[in-house]
């Protein structure tokens, strides 16, 4: 049988044309994400060994879901937070994996099985970082992240356990002149930035510690999609 050089040209175009290429999946799930912890990301070297070992082991974590489904189950418009006590510095976690307890705060308006699927969300979207989760605790949550030009302000509150106010970074930030964005965030961020912290705290139990704390540049905003 006789094959033409005219058609195997054709077969070959139709094989490696774009269209035929298989394209990558869209996410099922995106939204907002903030973070903040004990500890300065935007700063200087001298600011952040200063407190490396010594401070800087908590953290706040929060997924503001807007649109989207984990495994099957619609989130949308619904948060969770994941508040971290670590047994070290919340620094660079490529270089220096931390582990601790973890409280997970799931938004009050989530049924059970929307309870379970931001459980799990959380759990792999956080990694090793909340591996050991001794409470999960529902709470009416506000979430408010990414409402001015910039991107850096944000306000969450979740019924008296969680309060976080943050903002853009200003020239007035800069203490020493060689601030940088020193450490990455902790969890896989899009279009991530530094931002202000104005207040941070957390007022529940479960982690053996609470703590407030003003007058950081200690967050990160950004967006997430999986």
């Not at 070297?45 to 807007?66: D, H, Q, R, Y």
């Not at 356990?161 to 896989?188: F, K, M």
């Amino acid at each position: 049988m006789k094959i033409s050089l005219a058609f195997l040209a054709v077969a070959f175009a139709a094989a490696t044309s774009p269209l035929s290429a298989k394209s990558p999946s869209a996410p099922s799930i995106r939204g907002d994400y903030l973070e903040v912890r004990s500890c300065d990301v935007y700063t200087g070297p001298c600011f952040a060994n200063s407190e490396m070992g010594t401070s800087g082991k908590e953290g706040i974590l929060v997924w503001s879901v807007g649109k989207g489904d984990w495994q099957g189950t619609s989130l949308d418009g619904l948060s969770v937070i994941a508040v971290v006590h670590a047994n070290g510095t919340l620094g660079d976690l490529r270089y220096e994996p931390r582990q601790g307890k973890v409280v997970l705060i799931v938004d009050s308006r989530a049924d059970a099985k929307q309870k379970a699927a931001l459980t799990d969300m959380a759990r792999v979207l956080g990694g090793k970082l909340i591996d050991d989760v001794v409470a999960v605790k529902s709470a009416a949550l506000s979430v408010a992240l990414g409402e001015c030009s910039k991107g850096g302000c944000g306000r969450v509150t979740a019924d008296g356990l969680v309060e976080i106010s943050t903002r853009c970074l200003g020239g007035a930030d800069h203490l020493c002149g060689n601030e940088d964005t020193y450490y990455p965030p902790l969890t896989a961020v899009q279009g991530a930035a530094p931002a202000f912290t104005e207040l941070s705290s957390y007022k529940g139990d479960g982690l053996n510690i609470t703590w407030q704390g003003v007058g950081q540049r200690n967050a990160f905003t950004g967006t997430f999609a999986r």
